[in-house]
């Protein structure tokens, strides 16, 4: 089998295709949570805090720096207002992840509940030893059983 057929078959196989459906929508998702947090919740959390805009916070390591021939270098930052919204990015995408598949599994079928075994086993009516259900004389005294 060649290696173009054996790809073909790997790519148009169900659970491949509904990865990349998969892929693609969790793309969309996550720009729609980036929006949400950078563009909805984070500003009236930096107004709060005294009208802070989390995605310019940002420690200076090296200042910009511009050399005789006029070319800049840009500052070297570490931008940890960004990376607190990347975090709660995170959270709250993990979290509808979370409640979709609760939300699967209490959809799920649950298995039905299997019968309850009857006795195996019964006594004799005259010497009272155990006997197997389907018995019809007792191994221990001969006596017929019903």
Known sequence: MSIVQEFKEFAVKGNMMDMAVGIIIGAAFGKIVSSLVSDVIMPPIGVMMGGVDFSSLAIQVKAATVDAAGKVTPAVLISYGKFINTCIDFIIVAFCIFMIIKAMNTL????????????????????????????TRCAHCGSDVK
């Open 108 to 135: 799920k079928k649950k298995p039905a509940p299997t019968p309850a075994a009857g006795p195996v086993s019964k006594d004799c009516p005259l010497c009272l030893s155990t006997i197997p259900i389907k018995a």
